[in-house]
């Protein structure tokens, strides 16, 4: 991790200094070598003060400093320096376990969500469930031929999962979206194929047809949701 990278990094930092040496505060810089000093030792702080916020938001400050510090002196340690990696390691892992952990138990949550939902939404009219799982609905029914998993479409789609959070929307930017047919998640591809051009559908589709347990980090989609999308198949570019 790192968090841990940057708090070792302070050991480092520390050995350039000699034994004894005290701080003293610097009102303003007098020279070219104040002025790299304290740059150095900015930029080390300020990205030391980043990755505590992100990885390490606990941290106590007052210890921190004082464990620099004790560092800087090479006096009066709390900890010995051989067990300064695994107390820092032995933490994390905890940690580390206890986040997945939670985010099992929430993947879970939203896995039995999306059963519940696609249970009862293809009892509703106009919906018709197909032999993988997948659901829809015809807005509109266009003409012509079936689009082809070859074929090149282009589209229009406005994606939400299943409370209505809108994670990704064609319509919204106001951009069709272009691309060969068999390019999307497996329940989106699947629909498409059923759709003619001029055609609009709303797809309803479970997770193990979307991105199951491995949806883009940090996005509005979680592990194992089901998902919605409106399509509409505006042309059929080449076949």
Request: hydrophobic share 40%; proline share 2%; net charge positive.
């Amino acid at each position: 991790m790192k968090i841990i990278k940057s708090i070792l990094s302070v050991a480092i930092i520390a050995s350039m200094f000699s034994c004894g040496n005290q701080f003293k505060e610097v009102k303003s810089l007098e020279t070219e070598i104040d002025s790299v000093s304290y740059a150095i030792g900015l930029s080390t702080g300020l990205g030391m003060s980043g990755q505590l916020k992100s990885g390490f938001e606990e941290v106590n400050r007052d210890v921190l400093k004082q464990a620099i510090i004790n560092g800087l002196d090479s006096t009066n340690l709390l900890i010995d320096q051989k067990d300064i990696q695994k107390v820092i390691q032995n933490y994390f892992q905890k940690k580390q376990a206890k986040e997945r952990k939670e985010e099992l138990a929430k993947a879970e949550v939203y896995k039995k969500e999306g059963v519940a939902f696609l249970e009862a939404n293809k009892s509703k009219d106009g919906v018709v469930t197909t032999e993988s799982g997948l659901q829809y609905t015809i807005l509109k029914e266009g003409k012509g031929a079936l689009v082809k998993p070859t074929d090149k479409v282009k589209i229009h789609y406005h994606g939400t999962t299943i409370d209505g959070t809108v994670f990704d929307s064609s319509v919204d930017k106001n951009q069709p979206y272009t691309a060969r047919a068999n390019q999307f998640i497996k329940g989106f591809n699947e629909g498409l194929a059923l759709m003619k051009k001029g055609s609009k559908f709303k797809f309803f589709i479970p997770q193990e047809l979307a991105y199951g347990a491995s949806p883009r980090a940090g996005g509005a989609i979680k592990p194992y949701m089901a998902l919605i999308f409106e399509v509409e198949v505006l042309d059929i570019l080449d076949k």
